[in-house]
């Protein structure tokens, strides 16, 4: 160089200085090269693909729903709807993306008449995919879709469609049973189970639609197309043609579940006229009935009232229409009180702790025992419904037929005292009632079953040391000699205690014992199936859309009685005679009922849940001889069981053997003493 | 002591033996630098592939040819070659001298891109066409306002006062006025740039290059503050660290957006030539351009945009290894200059496609689609031939 050496120097430090920089600046360019390409790779490939492919889905028509007979219960119906894709007309904070959007979102609210915030509301919700066009408008006129493809510079990224529409053409019928679709949920989408549902997906909420789900479901179209950046398609990389749903075959008789609704619902309305002992009116909050074959254990109806309409659910429930249908006084529409409610059984119960009290060993099914006014028992009298009448002494079917309480005391408390003696107390009690479906779910193809409660030593100490504390509070907390104080030391110290009480109470049906009206009707129809108990069941067959055969769905033994001959027959007479002797229980609700020709089998219930006014039962079958159908009837609040639930069963079943249809048919209480 | 004619002839024989085989040693040809030469050639041409791939589909889809960019850049190349081979023959002392023509010619052009004679593109006027080529005078300007600086610097002799610095300042800050114009704030900002280096390397007083420093920070706060700076202009270079006006920076997230995924889904070797989906489906914008990286380091992934980051790397050493053995100061403060440039244009770009700069709209030297920009690099490389052949 031809500078000084001092700036020779100087002049190579400065150049060093600016290689440094320079290396620095490459070197920085490397390790963020490394960092993106190597290190964070994966994530960017994905995201290159989620770029380059589209998913399109085409969902797939469900499947029918039908009654035995083939008539549809459900069926889908195509539905002309307004859909717009949200990613031309939004953007990521859901407001129109530019004017333009805005432009088209006002003539879209205009020719919807909505307003522009429902458009963009509808449009932008999350709980539909971004890959589809979302539905504005379902059901809209066909003038509407005219404007919309004649139009079609005017809305651009608006497509009208037609989309399958749950379709209901027996009305309200069935609710319960049919259930209803929904829109899968965000947390559902996170579960396992929901792998293969995407956003917008619709599934069975309810009923059949969502016991049956896999079946009717289908299989949703795809097609993965390759857009590029301006979206244009360049290349279909897979297509699936979508694959409709699976139609679900019933046992329901179309016509016995009209008739089994319509008399449920005209039975506990009537009953509401009824003036009791006491002067007030009966409340008759609520009930529900059920009809099985009684060989096969198929549901042939079942009703639950009060009951919803499902088509308010499609395409979406409002939310006025669902809250008018959870708020406080609504009865609890929603709830299918045949596999959900929760009732005391009362004496419709005594089949099962009769026949329990023979396997027991205690008597006979002829043995006799008094039927007393009441039963002593450590201070406590537990009295016969009868209010003080001695009604001589009883065999298991003069006990079934007067529903004699005092009857099934004694014997419970033999039983008690026998297992209190035991090493290993054998509670009979409980093993029996299983072997009627007690204690259980029946494993009905209804979600949302309840198993109910057949209580016994193991259910009382778990029970117990749950609130053992809390009694020992109050126990403390109560005024010293007060009669509080003394129930609750008394619960306190010995609360885990199985007492004889209880074992009295649960002989009856009250107390501690919870069953649904289905487990009661499954009971009764081992009783009429000589002994052995079908799983209740309402799927029979899958057909695929075509009707060919695709699975039966065969009835199912679910247990046996294990009772033998003889005390099956003692039951069953006493069951007959409940129904057909002139002091059987059931006996005032048939009258003009042709008992000759179509003998009736039953059992009233009575069962107290006070304060409340009680819950009326009703089980039986028809006919007795040879039966055909079992029927169970419960109303809530709605008295003696002979006075409101047994004129219910007696006008399904008149109706169900062409005596009396349902349309002339008459709700004629029975009496109102007798259990 | 005595001599006769014949003697003295021998020697004069002698004398012009040695002569001449110093004039050949020394011979300015025999001094090429041939892996600076190759270096840019391997570049331009690694170039060519991506500019061909990038648009391939999309001239296709259009109906044209699909070599339609890649012709262009080749006769850039040919008459880049050519520039290249005037400009080292000719000594740089005498570039030197014709320095101001240089860069009243580029201040005229300049002038004239902002006249109703220049052209405008995407919301920039930064061309002159010229008989059907496209002519982008703020490329050449670089290379004018670096060798005016450098020569002014040179005048000075190492001593650079503050009468030189002032000059140098004049001289640099009038193109950038007229590019920011534009405006383009990617190519204002390399003229600043390339003068603070000339400042460095000439022996500038650290004074003064702390004064300046200074003065151009409070001038960036004062454009900032009097939105001297268009708004698309500052969202733009914000929206990398995710801030800013939203709608406004859309564009250039989106480009960023678009142009990580590129690059990260090459992973270490790429998807292969003609596969990169972010390429061939139009993902990235203006990937022939100023996103071209995007198309090497997706199709040729870590390993392919480490190839060119060295390729590129062996053109700043061999810079900086001329700047060294430079004969005279402007030699060095030339070469050293372009490799600044090159630095910056660089990490500018690549370093924007890779997220860790601004959007700002500056070529990959070499690589990027562009023919002025093309011809004034080779422009570059024949002055460091240059340089490198005279430095004794």
């Given at each position: 160089?031809?500078?000084?050496?001092?700036?020779?120097?100087?002049?190579?430090?400065?150049?060093?200085?600016?290689?440094?920089?320079?290396?620095?600046?490459?070197?920085?360019?490397?390790?963020?090269?490394?960092?993106?390409?190597?290190?964070?790779?994966?994530?960017?490939?994905?995201?290159?693909?989620?770029?380059?492919?589209?998913?399109?889905?085409?969902?797939?028509?469900?499947?029918?729903?039908?009654?035995?007979?083939?008539?549809?219960?459900?069926?889908?119906?195509?539905?002309?709807?307004?859909?717009?894709?949200?990613?031309?007309?939004?953007?990521?904070?859901?407001?129109?993306?530019?004017?333009?959007?805005?432009?088209?979102?006002?003539?879209?609210?205009?020719?919807?008449?909505?307003?522009?915030?429902?458009?963009?509301?509808?449009?932008?919700?999350?709980?539909?995919?971004?890959?589809?066009?979302?539905?504005?408008?379902?059901?809209?006129?066909?003038?509407?879709?005219?404007?919309?493809?004649?139009?079609?510079?005017?809305?651009?990224?608006?497509?009208?469609?037609?989309?399958?529409?749950?379709?209901?053409?027996?009305?309200?019928?069935?609710?319960?049973?049919?259930?209803?679709?929904?829109?899968?949920?965000?947390?559902?989408?996170?579960?396992?189970?929901?792998?293969?549902?995407?956003?917008?997906?619709?599934?069975?909420?309810?009923?059949?639609?969502?016991?049956?789900?896999?079946?009717?479901?289908?299989?949703?179209?795809?097609?993965?197309?390759?857009?590029?950046?301006?979206?244009?398609?360049?290349?279909?990389?897979?297509?699936?043609?979508?694959?409709?749903?699976?139609?679900?075959?019933?046992?329901?008789?179309?016509?016995?579940?009209?008739?089994?609704?319509?008399?449920?619902?005209?039975?506990?309305?009537?009953?509401?006229?009824?003036?009791?002992?006491?002067?007030?009116?009966?409340?008759?909050?609520?009930?529900?009935?059920?009809?099985?074959?009684?060989?096969?254990?198929?549901?042939?109806?079942?009703?639950?009232?009060?009951?919803?309409?499902?088509?308010?659910?499609?395409?979406?429930?409002?939310?006025?229409?669902?809250?008018?249908?959870?708020?406080?006084?609504?009865?609890?529409?929603?709830?299918?009180?045949?596999?959900?409610?929760?009732?005391?059984?009362?004496?419709?119960?005594?089949?099962?702790?009769?026949?329990?009290?023979?396997?027991?060993?205690?008597?006979?099914?002829?043995?006799?025992?008094?039927?007393?006014?009441?039963?002593?028992?450590?201070?406590?009298?537990?009295?016969?419904?009868?209010?003080?009448?001695?009604?001589?002494?009883?065999?298991?079917?003069?006990?079934?037929?007067?529903?004699?309480?005092?009857?099934?005391?004694?014997?419970?408390?033999?039983?008690?005292?026998?297992?209190?003696?035991?090493?290993?107390?054998?509670?009979?009690?409980?093993?029996?009632?299983?072997?009627?479906?007690?204690?259980?779910?029946?494993?009905?193809?209804?979600?949302?079953?309840?198993?109910?409660?057949?209580?016994?030593?193991?259910?009382?100490?778990?029970?117990?040391?749950?609130?053992?504390?809390?009694?020992?509070?109050?126990?403390?907390?109560?005024?010293?000699?007060?009669?509080?104080?003394?129930?609750?030391?008394?619960?306190?110290?010995?609360?885990?205690?199985?007492?004889?009480?209880?074992?009295?109470?649960?002989?009856?049906?009250?107390?501690?014992?919870?069953?649904?009206?289905?487990?009661?009707?499954?009971?009764?129809?081992?009783?009429?199936?000589?002994?052995?108990?079908?799983?209740?069941?309402?799927?029979?067959?899958?057909?695929?859309?075509?009707?060919?055969?695709?699975?039966?769905?065969?009835?199912?033994?679910?247990?046996?009685?294990?009772?033998?001959?003889?005390?099956?027959?003692?039951?069953?007479?006493?069951?007959?005679?409940?129904?057909?002797?002139?002091?059987?229980?059931?006996?005032?609700?048939?009258?003009?009922?042709?008992?000759?020709?179509?003998?009736?089998?039953?059992?009233?219930?009575?069962?107290?849940?006070?304060?409340?006014?009680?819950?009326?039962?009703?089980?039986?079958?028809?006919?007795?001889?040879?039966?055909?159908?079992?029927?169970a009837v419960n109303v809530e609040e709605g008295g003696g069981g002979s006075q409101t639930a047994a004129p219910i069963v007696r006008n399904i079943?008149?109706?169900?053997?062409?005596?009396?249809?349902?349309?002339?048919?008459?709700?004629?209480?029975?009496?109102?003493?007798?259990? | 002591?005595?001599?006769?004619?014949?003697?003295?002839?021998?020697?004069?024989?002698?004398?012009?033996?040695?002569?001449?085989?110093?004039?050949?040693?020394?011979?300015?040809?025999?001094?090429?630098?041939?892996?600076?030469?190759?270096?840019?050639?391997?570049?331009?041409?690694?170039?060519?592939?991506?500019?061909?791939?990038?648009?391939?589909?999309?001239?296709?889809?259009?109906?044209?040819?699909?070599?339609?960019?890649?012709?262009?850049?080749?006769?850039?190349?040919?008459?880049?070659?050519?520039?290249?081979?005037?400009?080292?023959?000719?000594?740089?002392?005498?570039?030197?001298?014709?320095?101001?023509?240089?860069?009243?010619?580029?201040?005229?052009?300049?002038?004239?891109?902002?006249?109703?004679?220049?052209?405008?593109?995407?919301?920039?006027?930064?061309?002159?066409?010229?008989?059907?080529?496209?002519?982008?005078?703020?490329?050449?300007?670089?290379?004018?306002?670096?060798?005016?600086?450098?020569?002014?610097?040179?005048?000075?002799?190492?001593?650079?006062?503050?009468?030189?610095?002032?000059?140098?300042?004049?001289?640099?800050?009038?193109?950038?006025?007229?590019?920011?114009?534009?405006?383009?704030?990617?190519?204002?900002?390399?003229?600043?740039?390339?003068?603070?280096?000339?400042?460095?390397?000439?022996?500038?007083?650290?004074?003064?290059?702390?004064?300046?420093?200074?003065?151009?920070?409070?001038?960036?706060?004062?454009?900032?503050?009097?939105?001297?700076?268009?708004?698309?202009?500052?969202?733009?270079?914000?929206?990398?660290?995710?801030?800013?006006?939203?709608?406004?920076?859309?564009?250039?997230?989106?480009?960023?957006?678009?142009?990580?995924?590129?690059?990260?889904?090459?992973?270490?070797?790429?998807?292969?030539?003609?596969?990169?989906?972010?390429?061939?489906?139009?993902?990235?914008?203006?990937?022939?351009?100023?996103?071209?990286?995007?198309?090497?380091?997706?199709?040729f992934g870590f390993l392919g945009g480490s190839v060119v980051l060295a390729l590129l790397l062996v053109l700043v050493w061999r810079g900086l290894?001329?700047?060294?053995?430079?004969?005279?100061?402007?030699?060095?403060?030339?070469?050293?200059?372009?490799?600044?440039?090159?630095?910056?244009?660089?990490?500018?770009?690549?370093?924007?496609?890779?997220?860790?700069?601004?959007?700002?709209?500056?070529?990959?030297?070499?690589?990027?689609?562009?023919?002025?920009?093309?011809?004034?690099?080779?422009?570059?490389?024949?002055?460091?031939?240059?340089?490198?052949?005279?430095?004794?």
């Amino acid at each position: 160089m031809a500078l000084p050496s001092s700036e020779s120097s100087s002049s190579v430090l400065r150049l060093t200085f600016l290689a440094v920089l320079v290396i620095t600046l490459f070197l920085a360019l490397f390790a963020r090269l490394w960092f993106l390409q190597v290190l964070a790779g994966d994530r960017y490939v994905e995201l290159a693909d989620s770029n380059r492919l589209r998913t399109v889905v085409t969902e797939a028509p469900r499947g029918a729903i039908l009654a035995a007979d083939g008539e549809e219960l459900v069926r889908n119906r195509p539905a002309l709807a307004i859909s717009a894709d949200r990613q031309v007309l939004l953007d990521a904070t859901g407001a129109p993306v530019n004017a333009e959007a805005e432009r088209v979102i006002e003539r879209l609210a205009e020719l919807l008449e909505i307003d522009e915030e429902e458009v963009i509301e509808r449009l932008g919700s999350q709980r539909r995919s971004p890959f589809r066009p979302v539905p504005v408008a379902v059901d809209v006129t066909p003038e509407v879709v005219f404007t919309v493809q004649e139009q079609r510079e005017l809305f651009p990224g608006v497509v009208p469609e037609t989309l399958p529409v749950r379709q209901y053409p027996q009305d309200t019928l069935a609710a319960h049973l049919v259930g209803y679709i929904g829109e899968v949920s965000q947390e559902e989408l996170l579960d396992p189970a929901f792998a293969d549902y995407r956003a917008g997906d619709l599934v069975g909420r309810m009923g059949l639609e969502q016991s049956y789900e896999a079946d009717l479901r289908g299989t949703a179209g795809e097609r993965v197309l390759v857009v590029n950046a301006r979206g244009d398609v360049l290349d279909v990389q897979r297509d699936r043609e979508p694959v409709q749903g699976n139609d679900l075959v019933t046992t329901l008789d179309l016509d016995l579940q009209q008739a089994t609704e319509q008399l449920l619902e005209d039975g506990i309305i009537a009953s509401r006229s009824i003036r009791r002992d006491d002067g007030q009116l009966l409340p008759s909050t609520a009930g529900s009935a059920v009809v099985l074959d009684a060989r096969t254990g198929a549901v042939l109806a079942m009703a639950s009232y009060p009951s919803f309409d499902p088509r308010e659910f499609v395409g979406g429930v409002s939310r006025a229409y669902f809250e008018s249908l959870i708020e406080e006084d609504s009865g609890d529409p929603l709830v299918n009180r045949v596999i959900a409610g929760t009732y005391p059984p009362g004496s419709v119960f005594k089949t099962a702790t009769g026949a329990a009290m023979v396997e027991g060993g205690h008597i006979t099914p002829r043995g006799q025992v008094e039927c007393a006014p009441a039963f002593e028992l450590g201070g406590n009298t537990f009295r016969n419904w009868n209010r003080g009448v001695n009604e001589g002494m009883m065999d298991l079917s003069d006990a079934l037929m007067r529903s004699c309480d005092t009857y099934f005391y004694e014997l419970a408390f033999d039983q008690w005292l026998a297992e209190e003696n035991a090493e290993e107390p054998d509670e009979v009690v409980i093993d029996v009632a299983e072997r009627f479906g007690f204690n259980q779910r029946t494993g009905i193809d209804l979600p949302g079953e309840i198993a109910g409660r057949v209580p016994g030593r193991q259910w009382r100490e778990e029970y117990w040391l749950a609130r053992r504390d809390s009694y020992c509070q109050q126990a403390e907390a109560a005024t010293a000699g007060s009669r509080a104080e003394e129930l609750f030391t008394d619960l306190c110290r010995f609360g885990g205690a199985w007492r004889g009480g209880d074992a009295v109470n649960t002989s009856i049906g009250q107390g501690d014992v919870i069953a649904t009206p289905l487990q009661v009707a499954a009971s009764y129809q081992a009783i009429a199936n000589d002994g052995v108990l079908m799983r209740p069941h309402l799927g029979a067959e899958i057909r695929a859309p075509d009707g060919t055969l695709i699975r039966a769905i065969e009835p199912e033994e679910f247990g046996s009685l294990e009772l033998s001959d003889q005390t099956l027959a003692v039951i069953r007479e006493g069951l007959e005679r409940t129904v057909m002797e002139a002091r059987g229980t059931g006996e005032s609700a048939f009258t003009g009922f042709p008992l000759d020709q179509i003998p009736v089998a039953g059992k009233t219930g009575t069962a107290e849940l006070r304060p409340r006014v009680p819950f009326a039962w009703f089980a039986g079958y028809a006919p007795a001889d040879d039966p055909e159908i079992v029927v169970a009837v419960n109303v809530e609040e709605g008295g003696g069981g002979s006075q409101t639930a047994a004129p219910i069963v007696r006008n399904i079943m008149a109706h169900h053997f062409g005596v009396v249809l349902a349309d002339e048919a008459e709700f004629e209480a029975g009496d109102e003493i007798l259990d | 002591m005595a001599t006769n004619y014949g003697q003295d002839r021998e020697l004069r024989q002698q004398r012009a033996q040695v002569q001449s085989r110093w004039m050949e040693v020394y011979a300015p040809i025999r001094h090429l630098d041939p892996v600076l030469v190759l270096t840019a050639l391997g570049l331009t041409a690694i170039g060519l592939v991506a500019i061909y791939s990038a648009k391939l589909v999309a001239l296709s889809a259009q109906g044209l040819p699909p070599t339609t960019y890649v012709s262009r850049q080749l006769l850039a190349l040919a008459i880049g070659v050519l520039v290249m081979v005037v400009v080292a023959v000719v000594d740089y002392r005498v570039v030197r001298v014709y320095a101001p023509v240089l860069y009243v010619v580029s201040i005229v052009l300049l002038g004239l891109v902002l006249s109703p004679l220049g052209t405008a593109f995407g919301g920039a006027q930064r061309w002159i066409v010229l008989g059907g080529f496209q002519l982008q005078p703020s490329e050449m300007a670089k290379l004018a306002v670096l060798v005016v600086v450098a020569a002014l610097i040179h005048e000075s002799e190492g001593q650079p006062r503050a009468g030189v610095v002032l000059a140098c300042l004049v001289l640099t800050l009038l193109p950038t006025g007229l590019v920011f114009l534009q405006p383009d704030l990617g190519t204002s900002m390399v003229f600043v740039w390339s003068t603070a280096v000339l400042f460095l390397l000439g022996g500038v007083q650290a004074r003064y290059l702390v004064g300046l420093t200074l003065s151009g920070v409070i001038g960036v706060i004062v454009a900032l503050q009097t939105e001297l700076i268009q708004d698309y202009q500052l969202s733009r270079l914000t929206a990398f660290l995710g801030a800013g006006d939203a709608s406004a920076a859309q564009t250039a997230a989106f480009q960023t957006r678009q142009s990580l995924i590129a690059v990260g889904s090459g992973q270490f070797a790429g998807k292969g030539l003609f596969e990169g989906t972010q390429t061939s489906l139009s993902y990235v914008p203006e990937n022939h351009t100023d996103f071209i990286f995007t198309v090497i380091a997706e199709e040729f992934g870590f390993l392919g945009g480490s190839v060119v980051l060295a390729l590129l790397l062996v053109l700043v050493w061999r810079g900086l290894r001329i700047a060294i053995l430079a004969k005279d100061t402007f030699g060095t403060l030339v070469a050293g200059g372009i490799v600044a440039i090159l630095t910056l244009q660089v990490f500018v770009n690549v370093g924007m496609t890779v997220g860790i700069m601004p959007v700002t709209g500056l070529p990959l030297p070499f690589i990027s689609y562009g023919g002025t920009s093309l011809i004034v690099w080779f422009a570059m490389i024949g002055l460091l031939l240059n340089i490198h052949m005279r430095r004794f």
